[in-house]
């Protein structure tokens, strides 16, 4: 305990040390899940943090770390990069939320960001998009353009996001085809190329016309395009590359406004420990063009739901609503509070199979 | 549950494509174990097998002339460690967890102007009579040539070491290298040939996760395969025919537990997620019970003077 302090106690003053040597820089920090050049979800975090850096120019020295584990291992990468003198750390993944609080408390003058989670600190704040509002666009595209009333959906890992992201498809699709079903793979892992291409092939092979994707990497893209006939939706990222077919629409994060602002808070000393959680009509979830390869009323229809959801008059959960037990949620007209959404553990009803725990 | 939606065919044919990989490195890494050296660089060779071979690929637009990059790169980087551990005299497991990390490392370089592109296609292999067999067409038959060639592969290997010299002279190297230099053989000449080989055989196995099976180019796109062919070996006590029925267990289970998710089948996906590892580990440890054992000289540093 004594020598853990101790160190910690170096730590902080080395981190000191360093920052008072590089005072006219900020330095920001990034921890990756995947790789930069995964297309996906990680490339998108390392384009906002260009955009810092095109922003902010000599006044700022930006740092990252590809491919980091979530887990143990993330702890020792965050606080390497605290001890390298980083003044903001983001970290993009929903497993570096417990290292990241551990790391957050041992260095009190470095400002922490942690995507998609719940836990704060006084200097680690949370970030996440409502990715969820793409969710339903996507799902009632699905749903109108599916034939064999199957739609295919890779899952990564059980937590609130990826399963308010299912829901929310789910819903969407079920409004516009009562006779859709969702078949729902979990890869157990965010970027695994092979492993997403074989699971989009299983799916497709189970008369999946539809695939939708909560993984990384454009593997379930190329999949489609073998098979012919097959749609897919760009993950984080635009995928524009496989687009008008399979990839016939996207989500796009955009998080270079959020970071170029927090890294200002930063350099003002005015940076605060929040919970930003938004969505379409903010910004930071962008709708990629909707291809060719669907028919105008369907994609008059789909932007129309976009505008609805993000100036706020529509909701994608909103009641009538059960949980998939039958029980009631939510009444007719009543929306889900973001305290529900946050912690979502739960299907809605009509999807079969079970989350795993 | 709903068992009718999954196609034994269908599943049957995939699970060939999901197998290939694996069996192509675990056959390379085979023959350079045999020869005593473990190389644990497989991962390494694989993914600079994949960015080789897509890269060639897609700027010759031929995929033949890609994969014939891939064994060339992968040939190249083994080359590096068997300078290392042949003529430098260094530990063979340090040189080959450093080329994992090297041939990673190199790849993430090699692919910065390749992400997002797509390959030019592969042909399958439609063989007229044969492929319209009902049931064993589609299973047997209907595959690109890369699939046929693995299994060429093991049957190679299985001769050789079994019925011709050559394969006596390696498993000689192998199970006692001084023995093998004073009956005259080129120990580190074997060996440099050997390791080359494998080294083709992982690029080759990289290529066609690349070029075949997603097909595209992702940093760290193996993900783990390297490990497994290298794990393989080691279940299958070091003989072609075990090996090519683990990476079948292997790549089969891995489908079908894949499928029996979809399926909604009530097995709790954690399970089925290990299985595959699980499942083939069990079957070759059961059937390694015999009197199989490591080539007595796996690893060892050979030194003429000694």
Redesign the interface.
Known sequence: MNLTKLLATAAVALGLATTAMAQDKTKVGFIYVGPIGDGGWTYEHNKGRLAVEAHFGDKVETVYQESVPEGADAERAITQMALQGADLIFTTSFGYMEPTLAVAGKFPNVKFEHATGFKTAPNLATYSARFYEGRAVQGHIAGKMTKSNIVGYIASFPIPEVIRGINSAYIHAKKVNPDVEFKIIWAYTWFDPAKEADAATALIEQGADVILQHTDSTAPQAAAEKADNVITFGQASDMGEYAPMPRVSSIIDNWAPYYIARTQAVMDDTWESVQTWDGIGAGMVGIGEISSAVPEAIKAEALALKAALADGSDHPFTGPLKKQDGSDWLGDGETADDGTLLGMNFYVEGITGDIPN | MDFG???PV??LA?LMV?AT?ILLAALGELVVERAGVLNLGVEGMMIIGAICGFAVAVNTGSPVLGFVAAAGGGALLSLLFALLTQFALANQVASGLALTLFGLGLS?LL??GY????PPPVGKLDIPLLGDIPVLGPILFSHDLMVYFGLGLVLAIWAMLKYTRAGLVLRAVGENHDAAHALGYKVVRIRVLAILFGGACAGLGGAY?SLI????W??????G?GWIALALVVFASWKAGRVLLGAWIFGGV??LQ??L????I?I???YL?MSPYLITILVLVIMSADRSRAPASLGRIFHASQ
């Open positions: 939606s999954i196609n269908l599943l995939s999901a990989p993430a692919g910065q992400v997002g592109i797509k996760i099976r997603v097909p595209q992702t940093e760290g796109m193996t993900a395969a891995t489908v894949l499928n998710q979809a399926a909604g009530a709790p996906v954690e997620s």
